[in-house]
């Protein structure tokens, strides 16, 4: 028989469980990000060219879009310690099969197995910390799982181009090994293993209809940011992810016992930060992907060269975590999301007028402050997202929040690549496809319609009561 839910409190192993789960979060998010300054080195000993190997990537995507709607069910059926822990194992198994790799198709496979992993791991870490943490403590342990998403996406193309360049792409996988080893053996010892409805039969329509939305809408925003494909294919593809979408929604509706709990939708805090932080969180994660191009097309510096600039960003990533309790319980959530979505949109608004000829003081300052409220902001959604939702949602509420995540990260990649790519296209043709580079305009042009993106939800925050999230706030 599974275990019951253990009650929540303050206990030893209750306030390590935040540390547990962002450690594995942290070596999942950086081999994600890290893999890209890789590929030309992957490529070159495989002999293939780097798009044959960007296959793998797309199918560790893939394989989070179809597993991670099914992660909620598979914690409550088999105890959310097993399956946390089985996680692990199966991403660090499959990273040594992945730098073990000699081709691309014994790559590719060893990312499906990796994704599987990755998929389970996030959102069950994610429910375990919901589901064992109380309400005085919700604020600060959120916080602590947050870091590694805002962290991980600046610093792992600096870490990538390092070990790619003085040591071997291998390593990129290997060094997960010690990582998860070390996470499994904190697992074993200080989580509980504990269990939902473990009756609860599984709703096969729901998983395969949301399953297939998200890989056709990942699918198509993936190949919109591609120069080879055309806009209509992708955007054809997009069409259908968006109406297997709203039959997914129409049944989960209906169903006695969904895949996914829509329920949580009508707590109005999960709403504003889940959706309307979305469209924020899109046009927040599209940075990380046009700053390094920014920086070698447009200022002509190496890859290596970019990515340390990034960790200008990465230290106000850092830097701003040891604050961001203090100014939440302070101000209040909505005070902090307006004025900081504000905030964070004009610096990327910032990046717009950069060029070759700024100082150094200036471009420091723009990179820092980007980093700085991007923490704040994420932070800030992400906490105020489980802050009134119950006991017996948060199951799929943190499902659905993963799922949320995934999508807005790959968006705000290819939200990025389609802004440069329309800017190009209306200044006369697509410019990559002719052979020649971006221009400054180009650039320009993508960094204003994503921080007119990133503002877009501050209509939202404004709705918000003044005492939205407030319960756990409370010291």
Known sequence: MPTRPAPRGVGRNSILLPYIVAATYFTEYLDTTIVATSLPQMA????????????????????????????????????????????????????????????????????????????????????????????????????????????????????????????????????????????????????????????????????????????????????????DVSLGLAGGIIVGGIAFGLVAVRHLRKAPQPILNLAVFRVHTYTTSVWWGGFARAGIEAVPYLAPLLFQVGFGLSAFHAGLLLLVTATGNLGMKAVTTPIMRRFGFRTVAIANGTAVAMTILAFA??????????????????????????????????ADVTDDLKSSASTLWSTMQQMTTGLGIAFGAMCLRLASLLRGGDQLMAGRAFEMIDFRCAFAITAALTLLPTIAYWRLPRDAGIKITRR
């Not at 390593?171 to 293993?193: G, M, T």
């Not at 007028?353 to 800030?380: I, N």
């Open 44 to 227: 070159r000993s495989f002999g293939v060219g780097p798009n044959e190997v960007s296959l793998g990537m797309t199918a560790y995507m893939l394989t989070l879009a179809v597993l991670i709607p099914i992660s909620g069910w598979i914690a409550d059926r088999y105890g959310t310690r097993t399956v946390f822990g089985s996680a692990v194992v199966i991403f660090a198994v499959a990273s040594v099969l992945c730098g073990s790799a000699d081709g691309v198709l014994s790559f590719t496979a060893a990312r499906v197995v990796q994704g599987m992993g990755g998929a389970l791991m996030v959102p069950v870490g994610r429910m375990i910390v919901a589901r064992n943490t109380d309400d005085a403590h919700m604020l600060r342990a959120i916080s602590a799982i947050t870091w590694p998403a805002i962290v991980a996406p600046v610093v792992g193309p600096t870490v990538g181009g390092f070990i790619t360049t003085y040591a071997s792409w291998h390593w990129v996988f290997f060094l997960n090994v010690p990582f998860s080893i070390a996470a499994f053996v904190a697992i074993l010892v200080f989580v509980s293993d504990q269990a939902g409805q473990a009756s609860k039969r599984l709703d096969v329509r729901g998983f395969l209809s949301c399953s297939a939305s998200l890989v056709l809408l990942l699918c198509g925003m993936e190949l919109a940011s591609r120069q």
């Open 353 to 386: 007028w950069l060029s070759p000829s700024t100082s150094r003081p200036v471009l420091f300052l723009v990179l820092f402050g980007y980093g700085v409220t991007r923490s704040l902001q994420l932070s800030t959604m992400t906490t105020l997202s489980f």
